[in-house]
């Protein structure tokens, strides 16, 4: 089983939707979660940490469910903009520190 | 400018030859990371550093590849007799929080 497993995806959405990334780690002493975004050709950017108590940032909602071992990712009213991989990033375990990410989510907003 | 940088950008070798891959981070930062990422695939870990040590090398493929990070700032990764397999984009990434900062990448190509 990979560390950490994300939706098969690709998703093609049209402006507005609301759509939904899932993510699952097989860690239980994973300390950190974080979603990032990549961008065609480019390196991976932070998107937002997840927190235990669920956070939002503007259109983006991330959850943790650390008793299922399951994160998620909402993002409401797709922008074109939107349209990247995202990828799932957890934290620690056995290795402290280390970052695994997940193989990403393609999420295409068509207009 | 303040981000992690990376040189070269691309690389092309043949097969057979060494290659060095150097990573700048942002001032500060004591964690220094190393992936590799193919196409369609998520940021592979190689390595982890704290300061100057190597607090986790298990993703390092071979003992073809080696990293350092001799003064706790610039790191370089090292490749011995590349194979045409070795050919993706290198990642380095740097962080003082969990969160971590990627630089743009190093892609390479072994002919």
């Known amino acids: 089983r990979k560390e950490v497993e994300q939706d098969p995806g690709p998703f093609n959405v049209p402006e507005g939707a609301t759509v939904a990334f899932n993510c699952t780690y097989s860690?239980?002493?994973?300390?950190?979660f974080f979603w990032y975004r990549q961008d065609c050709r480019k390196e991976p950017k932070l998107l937002m940490s997840v927190y235990s108590s669920g956070n939002e940032d503007g259109r983006f909602t991330a959850q943790l469910n650390r008793a299922s071992q399951y994160i998620s990712l909402l993002i409401r009213d797709s922008k074109l903009s939107d349209s990247a991989t995202y990828l799932c990033?957890?934290?620690?375990?056995?290795?402290?520190?280390?970052?695994?990410f997940g193989q990403g989510t393609i999420l295409t907003v068509h207009p | 400018g303040a981000g992690v940088s990376q040189t070269p950008s691309n690389k092309v070798t043949e097969k057979g030859k060494y290659v060095e891959l150097r990573c700048d981070p942002i001032s500060g930062h004591t964690a220094l990371y190393w992936y590799r990422q193919s196409l369609g695939q998520g940021p592979e870990f190689l390595i982890y550093f704290q300061g100057t040590g190597a607090a986790d090398d298990s993703g390092l493929p071979n003992d073809r590849f080696f990293a350092v990070r001799p003064e706790g700032s610039v790191s370089t990764l090292k490749i011995q007799r590349t194979e045409r397999g070795d050919s993706a984009v290198y990642l380095c990434?740097?962080?003082?929080?969990?969160?971590?900062?990627f630089g743009q990448g190093t892609r390479l190509t072994v002919v």
């Open positions: 990033v957890v934290n620690g375990g056995t290795s402290y520190g280390k970052l695994t």
């Open positions: 860690n239980s002493a994973s300390q950190s």
């Open positions: 990434a740097s962080s003082l929080s969990p969160e971590a900062f």
